[in-house]
């Protein structure tokens, strides 16, 4: 991945965090910390991984480095830009870059891979979305997992006490932790302090 691909992917997330921070959640990317807490439960022997809200590609390129030669990594972005620009910088054959919702991942993906997965990993900003989005992303990451498969979320621990909504124009609180105990049977938590700012990566299993 050359250079220039690799910051015009970055100022573009960065612009983007400007105009919509609530689709993107961030305007910096995620820290090495936080990426290697939250690829800890890939299998070494993972055939399909899925990826929610590649953004900037910081995820996506430590997961590829993780899998084997003939692995496939779904990663599924609202942000077409955002999508078209990360594919083309990571340029990698088993990236298949899938435009859309994540809430909708069963139906953009080939049915070959719902079932099938052997790790989701998200970083898609919950805090931020309405509770039925956030439900229905929930939803569609338990249909696409293997037997015994996690699913991968972290959440910025300041949303406990407080967090902004450019689009609301309002402050509010959110906390994770009892969101993602309703909908997985099992839950793992892990504090990543040295994120800016500092995450709880959740490892989830139905
Ligand atoms: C916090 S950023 C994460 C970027 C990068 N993966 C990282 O950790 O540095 C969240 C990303 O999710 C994307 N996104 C937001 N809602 C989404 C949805 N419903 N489905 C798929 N992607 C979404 C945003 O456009 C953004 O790129």
């Not at 995620?30 to 800890?40: N, Q, Y």
Request: proline share 5%; hydrophobic share 45%.
């Amino acid at each position: 991945m050359g250079i220039l691909d690799r910051v015009a992917v970055g100022v573009r997330f960065f612009r983007k965090g400007l105009e919509d921070f609530d689709t993107t959640a961030n305007v910096v990317s995620s820290s090495r910390w936080l990426v290697e807490e939250m690829l800890a439960k890939i299998p070494p022997d993972a055939k399909v991984v899925v990826e929610f809200g590649p953004g900037t590609g910081t995820l996506t390129r430590q997961i590829l480095a993780k899998l084997g030669p003939d692995a496939k990594l779904y990663a599924i972005e609202l942000e077409k830009g955002l999508l078209e620009g990360c594919v083309r910088a990571i340029d990698d054959r088993r990236l298949v870059g899938v435009h859309g919702s994540a809430a909708d991942a069963a139906t953009l993906l080939d049915a070959s891979v719902v079932g099938h997965a052997d790790a989701v990993i998200s970083s898609l900003g919950l805090s931020l979305m309405d509770e039925p989005i956030r439900e229905s992303i929930m939803v569609a990451a338990r249909a696409l997992l293997a037997p015994g498969a996690a699913f991968t979320q972290y959440a910025y621990v300041h949303a406990r006490y407080v967090a902004y909504s450019q689009q609301r124009r309002a402050f509010f609180t959110w906390d994770a932790r009892p969101f993602v105990r309703r909908l997985w049977p099992r839950v793992d938590e892990t504090m990543v302090w040295k994120n800016v700012p500092p995450a709880v990566v959740f490892t989830c299993r139905g």
